[in-house]
């Protein structure tokens, strides 16, 4: 691989621990994706009806303002997105960085990325696992403000009645992405 005056720059804010958070776009069957990353893992998927340059200043409030552009940084989570997107990969296997989420969402993301390929729970479930069973809107919320969508499958999360709900790609995704997992009657 040629080194550019920009790789030269991402590695040596590496080194110099200058480098906080990467991000990279990388193509889907939807559209491009953001993704971000810090030292501890992936920590944001942006999806393709989300605003990039949006999620970067919300990266730079929220995590750090030393957000660069790294795409080398990123190999291992487009193999396995690509690898997804083309029915091979059922488990993703990435470090994630929790910190956009906290509490009662934390606790019912976790138990999203707990629900295996192919299958899926209800809002309801998902506000029992997290510890309150009556907070189903909020399990509901916590789909929706979801910074690692996809390889913390919200999609997988469905109405107690069978029916969608919502999704931060919009409900064709969310059919889709169940369809590719035999999730769905098609």
């Known amino acids: 691989m040629t ?16 480098l906080d958070v990467a991000y990279t776009t990388t193509d889907s069957p939807f559209g491009p994706l953001l993704l971000a990353r810090t030292p501890k893992g992936l920590v944001r998927v942006g999806l393709p009806n989300q605003d990039a340059e ?16 790294a795409p080398g940084q990123f190999d291992e989570a487009r193999r396995e997105l690509d690898l997804y997107f083309e029915g091979r990969l059922e488990s993703f296997d990435l470090a994630l960085d929790w910190q956009l989420s ?17 299958q899926t729970r209800s809002y309801t479930q998902m506000a029992r696992g997290a510890g309150n069973q009556r ?3 909020a399990a509901g919320t ?3 403000s979801n910074p690692i969508p996809l390889v913390v499958a919200c999609h997988r999360v469905l109405r107690s009645s069978g029916g969608m709900g919502g999704y931060g790609g919009g409900v064709p995704m969310k059919r889709a992405l ?9």
């Open 142 to 144: 916590a789909c929706g």
């Open 178 to 186: 169940l369809e590719l997992e035999g999730a769905l009657d098609v």
């Open 102 to 118: 906290e509490g009662f969402r934390r606790r019912v993301l976790r138990g999203i990325a707990r629900i295996p390929y192919g």
């Open 54 to 69: 949006e999620l970067l200043a919300e990266l730079a409030t929220r995590v750090s303002p030393r957000v660069l552009e």
């Open 135 to 137: 907070a189903v809107r």
């Open 3 to 18: 080194k550019t005056p920009m790789s030269g720059l991402v590695e040596r804010a590496s080194q110099e621990g200058l």
